[in-house]
């Protein structure tokens, strides 16, 4: 693609303060380090990791909603252009108009004393976006439509509605200010199956019709597998493997990535105890290993994974990936596979 | 096969502020020894209700059915659980013959209070040993089950352990009394993919050394299919199929069953869209007459869906599904 990205990110860094000793260097949890990434408009871009692995985090540095340590953001939807870190408050209010946030937890995210036109006109008003009440309303009405809520269920209470109503709900409140980035964090994780895949195919469409660009953010790689067009893995903060859908499923490179993919239990009773398992846990961020941060797990370590910490590179037209011995893993595999 | 559980015609309300509720209805199922049978459904079919009813450890304003029986077949002879009173009378089941693994090992562990002291008070409580048997018994527990430096966890607190260490402290509780039955209601939900796998490993592992019946609650159909021998589907309070994991899961007969596996990510076939089951589920206040998923099916039959409670009709020796697609004889062979 030679279109100019929506969402460019160089040498990103996010680091928290931790409360340490009275002398020496204060100690940090480098939850984000070191992220380069692309995100086309109108792409929906999947963000993959286990819990730890910064997911959360880097979203919400891309909304500016965490401080940046370092590095550079660059947002520019063809009408407006923003240099995330060095946003002015006022610049700041504008980008918000832009960029918007699905939470998690359609129980936690929706307030119980306002009625769901409350909720759903809350931003309009904050941003000052409309002039008259009817204007809001009918605002309202019109995105709530788009969302597949009842119009006559706008003047009831969250209380009233189930987990994937609440979800929509939360999903038209965050597309009322009629932004053109949506981070869309764990948005399906608290719903049942059969409900899931009803809010999937909604923001899918949503996206679709209002050339929208989202960032998805789940631990699930079935569920990414099937609504996004990219991939990103991380593992401790890092990128590991970024490539098309496609591609990614058909062929994974890291050695992180195949193993959450055979880690997925399988549906065929048969296939019991076919997946290669990963020993270990995910190291804690505070003490992260040195070298490659997969090293203390992965089972093809060698000594320059433990001294060096690999670079994400290109593999190929759009798929790159972050490991020393990518290329002998695979002609390796080919060989076995011969 | 020993027998080793009889469930039959749990139905179980609750007394709320708006009213009785149905949480469970009719339920019947069997386990035998050895069995790990998987009990599907999504939140409020009523799959934890009647997993915590075989310790009756629902709330006081539970109230079970006159007709409901419960039996646990032990070597000293069956114990008829509905008619065990209070928690004196409860202990030979509570925590002894059978054992509870949770969701949650956070919440399911004494913050102030050690992991060993923990494992060491239910041993005192369950069986014969003195303390310092219980705690060479509960170390040799906590290495069985993967945790390294046993010695040192034993003496730590539960927000010291990483979540997947939690969860296999907690296994390593449920089993140190070597229970019969083991209850493990959604054990690998809050854990990440690569843990749950080895967490499923170390289940299976323990199910084969131990030989105790395990009833593992789940949403999760890819768990169960990994796990299971047999699984009974729940929607609403009813057990709606129930049969050998591989026919439930191959040939579902239960539209319920059906929409739940098509409604499933599956990533050998990306370019199928996902198909959502239609509708909510209805609160359990409003539960449907007649069969209870008549409100989303796309195979209603007729009226009788909305009339009359379906029957189970067995598909195989083992299968059954209780559906009118098959009890009425003119759609006996015609279903789509």
Known sequence: ?338 | MTRLLDVENLTLQFDTDEGRITAVDNVSFSLEAGEVMGLVGESGSGKSVTAKSLMKLNASNAHYSDDTKITLHLEDGPIDIMSLKNSKEMQVVRGGAISMIFQEPMASFAPAISIGDQMVEQLLIHTDMNSKKAKEVSIEMLDRVGISDASTRFKQFAFELSGGMRQRAMIAMALSTKPKLLIADEPTTALDVTIQAQVIDLMKDLVTEFGMGIIFITHDLGVIAQTADSVAVMYLGRVIEQGPVREVIRTPAHPYTQGLLAALPDLDNLDTPLKPIPGDIPSPLERPPGCVFNTRCPKVVGDVCSTVVPDFANMTEHHKAACHLYTQPQNGGSAK
């Open chain 1, 1 to 338: 693609m030679s279109v100019k990205p929506l969402m460019s990110v160089r040498d990103l860094a996010v680091h928290f303060p931790l409360r340490g000793s009275l002398f020496g260097p204060k100690p940090v949890v480098k939850a984000v380090e070191g992220i380069d990434l692309d995100i086309a408009k109108g792409s929906f871009y999947g963000l993959v990791g286990e819990s730890g692995s910064g997911k959360t985090t880097l979203g919400r540095a891309l909304l500016r909603a965490v401080p940046i340590t370092r590095g550079a953001i660059n947002y520019d939807d063809g009408e407006a252009q923003y240099d995330l870190p060095s946003l002015s408050d006022k610049e700041l209010k504008d980008y918000r108009k832009r960029a918007q946030l699905i939470f998690q937890d359609p129980y936690a995210a929706l307030s119980p004393r306002m009625t769901v036109r409350d909720i759903i006109a809350e931003p309009l008003e904050v941003m000052g976006l409309t002039k008259s009440r009817q204007e809001t309303d009918a605002r309202v009405r019109e995105i709530a439509a788009k969302c597949r809520l009842n119009l006559e269920h706008l003047r009831r209470f969250p209380h009233a509605f189930s987990g994937g109503q609440r979800q929509r709900i939360s999903i038209a409140r965050a597309l009322v200010s009629g932004p053109q980035f949506i981070v869309a964090d764990e948005s399906v994780a608290a719903l049942d199956v059969s409900i899931q895949a009803d809010v999937l195919n909604l923001l899918k469409e949503i996206q679709e019709d209002m050339g929208l660009t989202f960032l998805f953010i789940s631990h699930d790689l079935s569920v990414v597998a099937h609504v996004c067009d990219h991939v990103a893995v991380m593992y401790l903060g890092r990128l590991v493997e970024t490539a098309p859908t496609r591609e990614l499923f058909a062929a994974p490179r890291h050695p992180y990535t195949k193993a959450l993919m055979s880690a997925i239990p399988s549906l065929d009773p048969d296939d019991r105890g076919k997946a290669q398992k990963l020993e270990g846990e995910i190291p804690s961020p505070t003490n992260p290993p040195p070298g490659c941060k997969f090293q203390t797990r992965c089972p093809f370590a060698i000594d320059i994974c433990r001294k060096d910490e690999p670079k994400l590179e290109s593999s190929g037209s759009e798929h790159n990936v972050a490991c020393h011995r990518w290329r002998e893993l695979m002609e390796e595999h080919a060989l076995e596979d011969a």
